[in-house]
């Protein structure tokens, strides 16, 4: 069964994250280009039925549009993960990402996480932190939210968006 989960797609935004990255020293593998996105909500493993019930679900969803300011490093250092993430965000991103992880948990999904810190990945398998000095400063204007599928291929993991829907009021 694939993985799911929920984010924002960042196409206007993926392309300078890219240059900003390769221009600074930035520990781990890259995430490549196509596969850079915000967490809203991971779910894990689900079913085809739990699929549909997850985008009827969505479909209700209510958020105005918002916007994340990413101007922050960061590293899971258990993940290994190397991130740029905002300092502050506003209350729609926690209360959209509430809502969706509550979808997830009502047909028995998700991690069972309480606490959220959005962050968007840029490189895995890193060992050290990236440098605090670094000053990253890019804003993400979130209007659509998106249910995606990992899907594994020999090339590496691929994020494929399933269903996307407006954020509106
Ligand atoms: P990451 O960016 O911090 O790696 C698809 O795998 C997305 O879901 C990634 O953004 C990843 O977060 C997140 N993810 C994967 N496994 C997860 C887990 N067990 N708990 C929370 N988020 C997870």
Redesign the pocket.
Known sequence: MP?L?F?LPLPELAPALIDWREQHPWPGLP?PEINL???LA?L?EADEATQARLIAAAEQQHCPPFTVRLDQTGW?AR?K?A?VGPREWPNELNVLARALRRHGEKLGLG?G?QGYRP???LS?KANEAPSELLAPDFEVQADRFCL?R?VSTPDG?C?EPIACWPLRA
């Open positions: 993985k989960f984010a995430v996105h915000l967490t991971f894990g899971f993940a993960a991130w991690n996480e962050h968007v990945t895995r995606y990992s993991v994020y």
